[in-house]
């Protein structure tokens, strides 16, 4: 039974499309992320949620929109998908805000825009 | 601006040997540390971590050691094992957010 699962795994898609990432996770934790893993392997913060509320908005473009329904989701929506967005994105969550707690992550979405 | 580096991109240990990643970092007001280990396809998993106030911290044959006047971070594998091969990536933290590293990938030889 996974932790924080992530769909789809793979995601091909052509520049100008929008497409959507999904998160769930079933551990009860509070708080929710959306990191990005780029080609040079920085794996970087782009948002952060606690229930449901947006805490972190890293500088990413707006055309990345996180939408939390629930406490268990945090999804990714991303319009007009450019060249520079192929990266792997990775779904984390922990049991609440602060530094105490590691984070669980998902296995990652690898998006290719072509 | 990368506030948290690893510099050897790839190490390889004998089995039974001593694995050491380095980790060092540039903001002193890091307070908190973690260890990550990543498998191919698949998400990181937290491995262990310190405290500032603390300079070592052990978890069986992981022991982390911290020096904060060479903001410096290193964990030490004893003895590895092939399955230890993995990506290993540093996280530091100030507040509520987590920098990290661009990973060390480990290769334990058999």
């Known amino acids: 039974d996974t932790a924080v699962s992530q769909t789809p795994k793979y995601l091909v898609t052509q520049m100008g499309n929008d497409k959507s990432i999904k998160c769930e996770q079933n551990?009860?934790?509070?708080?929710m992320y959306w990191y990005k893993q780029d080609s040079k392997k920085f794996l970087k913060i782009m948002f952060s949620?606690?229930?449901?509320?947006?805490?972190i908005n890293e500088t990413v473009p707006n055309r990345f929109s996180p939408k939390s329904p629930d406490k268990a989701h945090l999804n990714l929506h991303i319009n007009s998908l450019e060249l520079g967005d192929s990266a792997v994105y990775f779904c984390?969550?922990?049991?609440?805000?602060?530094?105490?707690?590691?984070?669980?992550f998902g296995s990652g979405t690898r998006l290719t825009v072509v | 601006d990368q506030q948290v580096k690893q510099n050897s991109p790839s190490l390889s240990v004998q089995e039974g040997r001593i694995s050491i990643l380095n980790c060092d970092y540039t903001?002193?007001?890091?307070?908190?540390f973690l260890w990550y280990k990543k498998y191919p396809a698949e998400g990181p998993t937290f491995l262990i971590s310190?405290?500032?106030?603390?300079d070592k911290n052990e978890d069986g044959r992981f022991t982390v050691f911290l020096n904060k006047s060479a903001k410096h971070l290193s964990l030490h594998i004893v003895p590895s094992q092939p399955g230890d091969s993995a990506v290993y990536f540093c996280a530091a933290n100030t507040g509520n957010q987590f920098y990290f590293g661009t990973g060390t990938s480990l290769t334990v030889i058999p």
């Open positions: 949620y606690n229930n449901k509320e947006l805490i």
């Open positions: 310190i405290s500032s106030i603390k």
């Open positions: 984390a969550s922990s049991p609440r805000q602060g530094r105490t707690y590691g984070y669980t």
């Open positions: 551990l009860g934790h509070d708080t």
């Open positions: 903001n002193s007001m890091f307070d908190y």
